[in-house]
């Protein structure tokens, strides 16, 4: 099976290439990209005027399978991820039962198989359902394939434990995903701590819970001597924080997520529990430091943190609502929105974030279109505009951030190891 992609705007960060190229992809490997590339294919795509780039390698994704297959399943998020350019998914460990141990590893990824149509890598647990009690058995998680732990929804809070965790993972050769959050001090919030949650009358999250566990995940790390990245990065001290220890050498890695560089504390003010997430969304000085960070290369990362909740869950007083927003079939188009359309980055960078910075640190060979790469690609109408509707999400759940407002970019096609997954 060969597909030729022809006369696209070719955007591949890894190999410094921004033009207009073929792609010819055979069986599932991207064989050549040239210009002009004359061949008989199976099949061949014109995409004149569409930006073609490297399939996203999304990094922060909650499945909810097993467990929770009322809000999501395996097959719902990610057919939702190929609508959305999505390739690569790492799914997070806060399932029923956790990710905490060889079995329960073994059963998802019988599931994977079965029912994933795009890439599905699985994040194990730092402790034993991830009650911040006990470690897991850190090296036979990576044995059994996991591809980084992660007490995602939690913070370790013992530190001696935490630190202990690092050494085991530097040893498993395993990355360490934090959740940083101090939940002694952010308590029973439920928005940003400020002027608005006076206003609304509701308890709120302050900065200091997220970036005093940032700066503590960071320094025990640096002790361990363990690669560390730091999951939803929302406030600017977070920034200023991982930007200094990248200065020292240290080797932290980090990501935010689109509603943090899109939004802001006012999406609350009709108390609309669809813009409630864990951290919440900050102050408008948070959100041009997360600009910030994205465009000087302090953060690596843009994941969507796709949490789906169902309308039960949600559609009910603020305070009782789950904290978590759907994000895969948003993340490209709302990133194009706010960082390509406003002119403030370049295809390249926004590709460097979606895509080739998460496969690297993730040690993947993805998020590239170089020669011999697996054919994970995404084609993308730039200047197509698309109302975030309800009942047009392909994924289970509908907490979108994002309902009622107009984005910017369309995704036509996405083909995940040479096969098309999704075509509009
Ligand atoms: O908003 C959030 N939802 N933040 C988290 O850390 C966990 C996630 C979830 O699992 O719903
Ligand atoms: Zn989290």
Redesign the pocket.
Known sequence: MSILIKGGRVIDPANKIDAVLDILIENNKIVRVANDIKTQADSIIDVTGRIVGPGIVDMHV?LRQPGREDKETVATATAAAAKGGVTTVLA?P?TNPAMDCAENIRLLKEIISKDAKINVLVCGTITKGRLGQELSPAAILKKSGACALSD??CSVDNSELMLEAFKKARQAGILTIC?S?DKKISGKGVINLGFNSTRLGLRGISNESEYKRVARDIELAEKAGSFVHI??VSCRQSVEIISKAKKKGVQVTCETAPHYFSLTEDALLGYDTNM????PLRSPEDLAAIKQGLKNGTIDVIAS?H???TENEKDIEFERA????VGLETELAASITELIDTKFMDWSSLFEKLSFNPARILELDKGSLGQGRPADIVVISAEKEWLVRKNELTSKSKNSAFLGRVLKGMVDYTICNGKIVYKK
Not at 276 to 279: C, E, H, L, T, V
Not at 322 to 325: A, C, I, Y
């Open positions: 909650h997070m806060n995602d929804g959740h959050e999951a939803h409630k997430m864990n951290p943190d949490a789906p909740h789950e904290f978590g927003v």
